[in-house]
């Protein structure tokens, strides 16, 4: 079955800075690719997603890479912010799983001012 | 938010108590799930409700009893738990069972005693 890797764990930066987090996954049929922000006694909630017929996919300050042949897709944080901070999970899935989405470990994500 | 329900907010039991936790969407969408969420640990998928019609048992003990009434009502029935069953327990939903965006509801913070 599917596995997800997400690195890092925790993320420090200071504010205007950027984040990258990074999700492998290992099966080459997953098609589809969210990323959910879950802020502190919080729901997750979704960001940013991709499928697997695009390369990137930007909305603001916030950017998702896909690359299909390594099989890892990227979150990208430009101008970070306090409220930024933030648990991150990406995760995969594919039509054949219904609607199994397989997520990473989580990214804890610190924005100093 | 009021898309995805969920009730109670928090809960202790004890390992001999019986208990329900209840999902509720109100987004007229068809495919329902519930997952557990630890401490440092990724989201676990439990089940998957597609049209009222349970799709996924991702090996989850006997002690969690789901069941879905409707599309968009979903219970999460507890008996005789441990406490490593202690954890946050998160429904979401999603317009249907596929690779698509699924929302959550705010979680049940379960406490096993």
């Known amino acids: 079955g599917e596995n997800v890797e997400q690195h890092p764990s925790t993320l420090s930066v200071q504010e205007g800075d950027s984040a990258v987090i990074k999700c492998t996954y290992s099966?080459?049929?997953?098609?589809?690719f969210p990323w959910y922000k879950q802020e502190l006694g919080k729901r997750p909630q979704l960001i940013i997603d991709?499928?697997?017929?695009?390369g990137e996919k930007k909305d603001q300050r916030i950017a998702v890479t896909l690359n299909k042949t390594a099989k890892h897709f990227s979150l990208h944080i430009t101008e970070t912010q306090p409220e930024d901070s933030a648990v991150y999970f990406c995760?995969?899935?594919?039509?054949?799983?219904?609607?199994?989405?397989?997520f990473g470990q989580g990214t804890e994500l610190s924005v100093k001012p | 938010e009021t898309g995805v329900t969920q009730t109670p907010r928090h809960l202790v039991m004890g390992m001999t108590n019986k208990k329900s936790l209840k999902c509720e969407q109100h987004?007229?969408?068809?495919?329902m799930y519930w997952y557990k969420q630890s401490a440092k640990k990724p989201l676990e998928l439990m089940f998957v409700?597609?049209?009222?019609?349970?799709?996924e048992n991702n090996s989850v003990p006997s002690r969690f009893s789901p069941e879905c009434p409707n599309s968009s009502h979903l219970f999460l029935h507890l008996h005789t738990l441990q406490p490593e069953d202690s954890a946050l327990y998160l429904c979401?939903?999603?317009?249907?069972?596929?690779?698509?965006?699924?929302?959550f509801g705010p979680g049940t913070r379960l406490l096993v005693l």
């Open positions: 979401a939903s999603s317009q249907d069972e596929g690779a698509e965006t699924q929302y």
């Open positions: 099966d080459s049929a997953s098609n589809y």
């Open positions: 991709i499928r697997s017929n695009v």
């Open positions: 995760a995969a899935s594919n039509d054949n799983q219904g609607g199994k989405l397989i």
């Open positions: 987004l007229g969408h068809n495919a």
């Open positions: 409700y597609n049209f009222k019609e349970q799709t």
